[in-house]
């Protein structure tokens, strides 16, 4: 059953590795839903969170084909581990003066922050994991969303857990 699905890929940090990475799965048809790419804790090594839809041997046939690409450290599939997620998005909407206390008081229940107040214009930020993402931006159609970016997803294991 295809159900969304995500791998973190340990790469050394050179050029075209993620050019190399996007292309396998472009390739074999398989869509990236997001993608977050960033330095790690060890020099050199960078890791790509990669979220994507596909079923379980789709999946693991896609970490074994990324595992054998030149510069890939490591694969390491969240599916069925305990993890912390994290996304960040930016969202630019239209608010008159008098829509601004209640947008104000919908960020406060998503724990967002208003980071720039512009003629006209309100810029918040929210993080959170994906689907409070998805339910802040739902409740913000009676508003004018001029621009918006997301990050794409990051995630972590959790501490120990059982085999």
Same mark, same amino acid.
């Given at each position: @059953?295809? @159900?969304?699905?995500? $791998?973190?890929?340990?790469?050394?940090?050179?050029?075209?590795?993620?050019?190399?990475?996007? %292309?396998?799965?472009? /390739?074999?048809?398989?869509?990236?839903?997001?993608? *977050?790419?960033?330095?790690?804790?060890?020099?050199?090594?960078?890791? @790509?969170?990669? *979220?994507?839809? *596909?079923?379980?041997?789709?999946?693991?046939?896609?970490?074994?084909?990324?595992?054998?690409?030149?510069?890939?450290?490591?694969? $390491?599939?969240?599916?069925?581990?305990?993890?912390?997620?994290?996304?960040? !998005?930016?969202?630019?909407?239209?608010?008159?003066?008098? =829509?601004?206390?209640?947008?104000?008081?919908? !960020?406060?229940?998503?724990?967002?922050? $208003?980071?720039?107040?512009?003629?006209?214009?309100?810029?918040?930020?929210?993080?959170?994991?994906?689907?409070?993402?998805?339910?802040?931006?739902?409740?913000?159609?009676?508003?004018?969303?001029?621009?918006?970016? /997301?990050?794409?997803?990051?995630?972590?294991? /959790? %501490?120990? =857990?059982?085999?």
């Amino acid at each position: @059953m295809e @159900m969304p699905r995500t $791998i973190s890929v340990l790469v050394k940090n050179r050029p075209r590795v993620l050019a190399r990475v996007a %292309g396998l799965f472009a /390739r074999r048809g398989f869509n990236i839903d997001s993608l *977050a790419v960033s330095t790690t804790e060890s020099e050199g090594i960078s890791r @790509m969170t990669v *979220a994507t839809t *596909a079923d379980a041997p789709t999946l693991s046939q896609i970490a074994k084909q990324v595992s054998k690409l030149h510069d890939v450290v490591d694969v $390491i599939d969240h599916t069925d581990l305990k993890v912390v997620e994290r996304e960040l !998005c930016l969202i630019k909407v239209i608010v008159d003066r008098g =829509q601004r206390g209640e947008l104000i008081s919908l !960020c406060d229940v998503f724990r967002g922050d $208003i980071v720039d107040i512009g003629n006209g214009s309100v810029m918040v930020q929210l993080v959170g994991d994906t689907d409070k993402i998805d339910a802040f931006v739902e409740l913000l159609a009676d508003y004018e969303i001029v621009e918006m970016v /997301r990050s794409g997803k990051i995630v972590l294991d /959790r %501490g120990a =857990q059982k085999e």
